[in-house]
């Protein structure tokens, strides 16, 4: 039994250490999509979005993914915590529920613990910091803010494009270095596509939310498609909950023997 373990944990070494940054990556873009209460109302659709929501909300997430890059499939589990703008904690699993990373962030401090490469990665949660690990550039705050369902920019940058009453939706555009579209849905009361494009109208990220549905006290997409230029995710929501007040802390303890990188501005 030792040494089937032991097979389990070198197998898992070999095919997933070089994509556990991925994996966060696609975690951070897959909820951008939710939303705390359903509404039909075109009117106040229209109002609230994409305004920001500056009440505190504790959310608490479980997904299950697969993940198709390069022409190799890996699965893996997430666990996800987010206590307002102040704090989020994360633990990544493989499909055999083997622990394979842990982060801890606040406004001021990230810790990344990367158990394959028995690293801590530590630093501030600004862009240049996490683009440095995870080869996505966001700041900590506009990482809670995908978190949290909230537009990824300030609101007075997204310009509404149209409303198609047929099919119920709201189309709005950023445009900067490249073209960002959010189509909401009037009927989901949340979105069903978000897409980046470069000006030659290559698509750089692709992402459809599909089946939204209760999660106890809260509406949220139960299936995810992330498609990127080499990769593509399948992710399916397990639980998802609002939560009054976490119990527990979200920071870990860091063993002594584990090398520590710090992340310079």
Do not use: H, W
């Not at 500056?54 to 915590?81: G, Q, V």
């Not at 009927?187 to 470069?198: M, R, S």
């Amino acid at each position: 039994m030792i040494i089937f373990v032991f097979g389990i944990r070198i197998y898992l070494i070999k095919t997933m250490s070089k994509y556990i940054n991925l994996i966060i990556l696609f975690i951070s873009l897959m909820t951008f999509s939710c939303s705390s209460s359903k509404s039909t109302k075109v009117s106040q659709f229209i109002q609230e979005l994409p305004t920001k929501n500056t009440n505190k909300l504790n959310l608490e997430l479980k997904l299950s993914m697969n993940i198709n890059f390069d022409n190799n499939n890996y699965k893996a589990n997430a666990e996800i915590k987010i206590a307002g703008y102040d704090s989020l904690s994360m633990l990544i699993s493989s499909q055999f529920n083997l622990p394979v990373a842990r982060i801890y962030s606040r406004k001021t401090y990230f810790a990344f613990y990367n158990f394959f490469e028995e690293l801590i990665y530590e630093g501030n949660p600004n862009k240049l910091s996490l683009q440095e690990i995870f080869k996505f550039p966001v700041s900590l705050n506009n990482f809670i803010d995908i978190l949290m369902c909230q537009p990824y920019s300030s609101a007075d940058e997204y310009i509404l494009e149209r409303i198609n009453e047929k099919e119920m939706n709201i189309l709005f555009s950023r445009i900067t270095d490249k073209l960002e579209y959010v189509l909401y849905s009037i009927n989901e009361a949340g979105i069903i596509q978000y897409q980046k494009k470069a000006y030659d109208g290559s698509i750089i990220t692709n992402i459809s939310y599909a089946n939204y549905k209760d999660f106890k006290n809260i509406y949220y997409p139960s299936k995810i498609s992330i498609k990127l230029i080499n990769a593509n995710v399948d992710i399916n929501v397990l639980s998802a909950q609002k939560v009054e007040v976490f119990t527990t802390p979200f920071s870990f303890t860091i063993p002594k023997s584990i090398q520590r990188v710090q992340i310079t501005d």
